[in-house]
């Protein structure tokens, strides 16, 4: 469905806010890999459920309405766990931002992660979504990963409130503000921590993307996921290989296990032999389940030992990097002009 439809139906409700349809429950195993694990960051475990009743704080629905008119007016199509919910756009990019983001970044860096989450999400409503009825889904991996207001009151407990504020400013001082090249929304992807550079897109999955090049991002060795190791047991790790790469020949010195690496300009593994047979980085990370694709290999006899720079697949904006930014008082705008090239930060409705 195209969004400006829905947005023009919804302009008709006038004052009212689009209510969420609550049909959603806790989802108690949502991923994090690619991202930190924003929500089981220092949090209690224990908590109380409050505020359900109406005296939890919340805004009158006019003063909500005149701090973001685009969002919460907007209608998204949510597929969860449990069906698919219509969710004001207002309230996903909170739930989106809760579960991509440690809330307890920057301002700055907050709002850069939701005028991202804005953008990614709108790419995906402007092309028909790519789900039957729903425009994203609640998977990390595939759109965006996203926590219930309902589960954020659980693990926030005391702190929800603080929290949840956090947040909802983030998402309130950017309201319908979108990332475009020329005319267009961009595919906003995003990672963790990269590894001093970001990646090119064409480096990562062979596909140009002009806004999507190499650029350095500073700050990053404060990240806690910016240096990484993983040791494999020699006999382990040759079971592993050859499951996935059958015609590899183990047969030699464990010296000789890889060879021919090829690196992009950032860092990451582009191309490696393994026991003659070449295969991708990404491959190698996936197969072994490492940090980032940006790895060294040191082979003992007993062991192998594979260190990483970086968390995440490198592409587009580094959270960690943002924060940083946000830290030495960079903007929201200037983060994102600097992550993805050539672009304009502007809101969603401009031509
Ligand atoms: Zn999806």
């Known amino acids: 469905m195209k969004l400006s439809l829905v947005f023009g139906l919804a302009l008709t409700a006038a004052a009212f806010l689009i209510p969420a349809i609550m049909v959603e429950k806790p989802q108690g195993d949502i991923m994090f890999a690619e991202v930190p694990a924003a929500v089981d960051e220092s949090l ?191 006999g382990e790790l040759r079971e592993l290989l050859l499951g996935v790469i059958p015609l590899a020949d183990l047969s030699v010195p464990v010296s000789q296990w890889f060879s021919d690496v090829v690196r992009s300009e950032a860092g990451s593994v582009k191309s490696i032999a393994v026991g003659g047979e070449t295969v991708s980085g990404r491959e190698i990370r996936a197969l072994l389940g490492l940090n980032s694709a940006n790895f060294t290999v040191t082979a003992g006899e007993s062991k192998f030992i594979f260190t990483t720079v970086g968390y995440g697949h490198g592409v587009g904006m580094s959270q960690y990097g943002a924060n940083y930014m946000a830290k030495t008082g960079s903007t929201y705008i200037e983060i994102l002009e600097h992550y993805y090239s050539g672009v304009t930060v502007e809101s969603y409705a401009a031509p």
């Open 44 to 234: 209690p475990e224990d908590g109380s459920r409050q505020g359900e009743t109406g005296e939890d704080g919340k805004q009158p629905l006019r003063e909500e309405v005149a701090h973001s008119v685009f969002d919460s007016n907007t209608v998204i199509r949510l597929q969860t766990d449990e069906g698919i919910i219509s969710i004001s756009l207002r309230d996903y990019l909170r739930g989106v931002l809760a579960a991509e983001m440690p809330v307890t970044f920057e301002p700055e860096a907050l709002k850069a992660q939701a005028a991202t989450a804005r953008t990614y999400a709108l790419y995906r409503v402007d092309r028909g979504g790519v789900h039957e009825g729903a425009d994203v889904c609640t998977d990390y991996s595939h759109c965006s990963a996203y926590v219930s207001d309902e589960l954020l009151r659980e693990k926030w407990a005391g702190e929800y409130e603080e929290k949840a504020a956090r947040i909802q400013t983030a998402v309130d001082e950017t309201d319908g503000m979108v990332i475009k090249y020329g005319s267009e929304l961009i595919d906003a992807v995003f990672h963790s921590t990269s590894s001093g550079r970001t990646e090119a897109a064409v480096d990562v999955w062979g596909t140009e993307r002009p806004y999507l090049q190499s650029v350095p991002s500073r700050g990053e060795e404060s990240a806690p996921r910016f240096s990484g190791s993983v040791e494999i047991p020699t």
